[in-house]
């Protein structure tokens, strides 16, 4: 949404710790379920994983990887009916790839997250006739 005044909010966090061998798509969907988050996005992330499953920018398919990958950074917006996040993460060399995060990601060691709430508002996805994707719609609660 784009306005001369936009929208904020006050803000509430919460902390969560992802185990070896879960998905992270499943354990995040059903904790913003399970809060009922209407506005989260990832405030902080590190970790592992053994499954990494990522679209890279302007392709169509999903990359797999498996093998042993240190999360250097995790961003994205969440909300009850999906989300939006961006993984990067490095091999055992220290090389690093980066994309959009699919559902397979699987936790190698930990998976310690921050989440943060916007309290006032809402996200929600619509097609946009500029990008012809469904993006993000900003909404007071």
């Not at 992802?18 to 399970?34: D, R, S």
């Not at 990958?69 to 994205?76: A, D, K, N």
């Amino acid at each position: 949404m784009t306005t001369s005044h936009p929208p904020s909010s006050e803000a509430r966090f919460y902390a969560l710790r992802l185990l070896p061998g879960q998905e992270v798509f499943t354990q995040l969907h059903a904790f913003i379920n399970q809060h009922q988050l209407q506005a989260a996005w990832i405030a902080g992330c590190t970790g592992s994983l053994t499954h990494v499953a990522l679209r890279y920018a302007g392709q169509e398919d999903t990359t797999l990887l498996s093998g042993t990958y240190e999360v250097i950074s995790l961003s994205g917006t969440l909300e009850l009916a999906g989300e939006h996040l961006h993984l990067c993460v490095s091999d055992p060399k220290g090389a690093m790839l980066g994309g959009h995060m699919m559902a397979g990601c699987t936790v190698r060691t930990t998976l310690e997250l921050v989440i943060g709430e916007l309290t006032a508002l809402a996200f929600s996805r619509q097609p946009c006739a500029i990008s012809t994707y469904d993006e993000l719609v900003i909404s007071p609660r």
